[in-house]
T-cell receptor, first 114, second 111 residues
C-alpha cells in the first residue's frame, strides 16, 4: 500500500459525459501528479500540482482539468469524453517537487468510455 | 525536452537467467534516475533510484548504475524469479522535479 488513495477504482460512462477522479496523496506529501496509462500510448504525464498550485503540465487535453485543494487532495476532471479516453488514470504524490523525490503511485482509476 | 528510451519488450526469460533491461535518457542538467515496477493489477512502485553520477541503486537483487558518460541507467538482476514478472519503467526527474517515464518493458519469467 503506497498510501495514495484513488476513487473510484472503476468507472464506465458514455461518450460526451463528464467524470471526476479523486486522489488523496500520502500523508505529508505536497506534490500530486496525474498520469494516463493506455495500451497504445504507454504512461503519459498529464499534470503536476505542488501545494495547491500547478507546477508542470504534460500532455493534458483541453477537455481535461485538474486542481489541488487546500487539504492537498486532488481531482482530475474529464469532460466531453471520447472512446479514446478509456485508460487507467494514476494519481501519484511526493514530498516535494524537486529532483530526487520518489513518486508514490495509487492503484489507479479504470475509466471505460462506451 | 527530456526523454527516456528503454529496451522494447516483451522480454521472456527462464527462471535463474540473467536480466538486463537497457535504459538511456536525454535531459538537461543532472537528473535523478529511477526504475519503477508495475505488477499486474497494481500501480507503479519504486524499485530503485540513483540521484547522481556513478551512484548505484539496488533493491531485491536488482541493480542499476547511473552512467553520465553514456546517459544510461540499465537495470540488471543476476537470477530472475517467476515473481519478477512485471512491467518495468525507467524514469528521470529533472531539476524542476518534472518526471519523464519510458514506455515500459514487460518481463515474463517462466519456471
Amino acid at each position: 500500500d503506497s498510501g495514495v488513495t484513488q476513487t473510484p477504482k472503476h468507472l464506465i460512462t458514455a461518450t460526451g459525459q463528464r467524470v471526476t477522479l479523486r486522489c488523496s496523496p500520502r500523508s505529508g506529501d505536497l506534490s500530486v501528479y496525474w498520469y494516463q496509462q493506455s495500451l497504445d500510448q504507454g504512461l503519459q504525464f498529464l499534470i503536476q500540482y505542488y501545494n495547491g498550485e500547478e507546477r508542470a503540465k504534460g500532455n493534458i487535453l483541453e477537455r481535461f482539468s485538474a486542481q489541488q485543494f487546500p487539504d492537498l487532495h486532488s481531482e482530475l476532471n474529464l469532460s466531453s469524453l471520447e472512446l479514446g479516453d478509456s485508460a487507467l488514470y494514476f494519481c501519484a504524490s511526493s514530498v516535494a517537487s524537486n529532483s530526487g523525490n520518489t513518486i508514490y503511485f495509487g492503484e489507479g482509476s479504470w475509466l471505460t468510455v462506451v | 525536452g527530456n526523454s527516456v528510451t528503454q529496451m522494447e519488450g516483451p522480454v521472456t526469460l527462464s527462471e535463474e537467467a540473467f536480466l538486463t533491461i537497457n535504459c538511456t535518457y536525454t535531459a538537461t542538467g543532472y537528473p535523478s534516475l529511477f526504475w519503477y515496477v508495475q505488477y499486474p493489477g497494481e500501480g507503479l512502485q519504486l524499485l530503485l533510484k540513483a540521484t547522481k553520477a556513478d551512484d548505484k541503486g539496488s533493491n531485491k537483487g536488482f541493480e542499476a548504475t547511473y552512467r553520465k558518460e553514456t546517459t544510461s541507467f540499465h537495470l540488471e538482476k543476476g537470477s530472475v524469479q517467476v515473481s519478477d514478472s512485471a512491467v518495468y519503467f525507467c524514469a528521470l526527474s529533472d531539476y524542476a522535479g518534472k518526471s519523464t517515464f519510458g514506455d515500459g518493458t514487460t518481463l515474463t519469467v517462466k519456471p
